[in-house]
């Protein structure tokens, strides 16, 4: 499975950005695809995960009515839309794959992309 995340970029307060993590490869079975990020000098945390097949999501609370997670089927890909950013946003985000359902923590996952850097700043 490969996945190759994009679409980061620099970004004013309050501002909107769109991540895409388009997944190649045997990803049939892998039905959660998840984004996590890491700022400067801090651990990496979750972010948002999605199901393939259900549509279900989930959020860390620090993004919750900010942030929304979809997929496309047809393309293997999936998104986060970012909205209302905040300086505190900025991080590498990571998309993640794993066969179980959704789920947050890191260790979970058996695939990561190479990461995207957000940048919200004025």
């Known amino acids: 499975v490969q996945l190759q995340a994009s679409g980061g970029g620099l970004v004013q307060p309050g501002g909107s950005l769109r991540l895409s993590c388009a997944a190649s490869?045997?990803?049939?079975?892998?039905?959660?695809m998840s984004w996590f990020r890491q700022a400067p000098g801090k651990e990496r945390e979750f972010v948002a995960a999605?199901?393939?097949?259900?549509?279900?999501?989930e959020y860390a609370d620090s993004v919750m009515g900010r942030f929304t997670a979809s997929r496309d089927r047809a393309e293997n890909t999936v998104y986060l839309q970012m909205t209302s950013l905040k300086p505190e946003d900025t991080a590498v985000y990571y998309c993640?794959?794993?066969?179980?359902?959704?789920?947050?923590?890191?260790?979970?996952?058996?695939?990561w992309g190479q990461g995207t850097l957000v940048t919200v700043s004025s």
């Open positions: 490869g045997r990803i049939f079975g892998y039905q959660t």
């Open positions: 993640a794959a794993r066969s179980g359902y959704l789920g947050s923590e890191g260790y979970e996952y058996e695939y």
């Open positions: 999605i199901n393939w097949y259900r549509g279900t999501t």
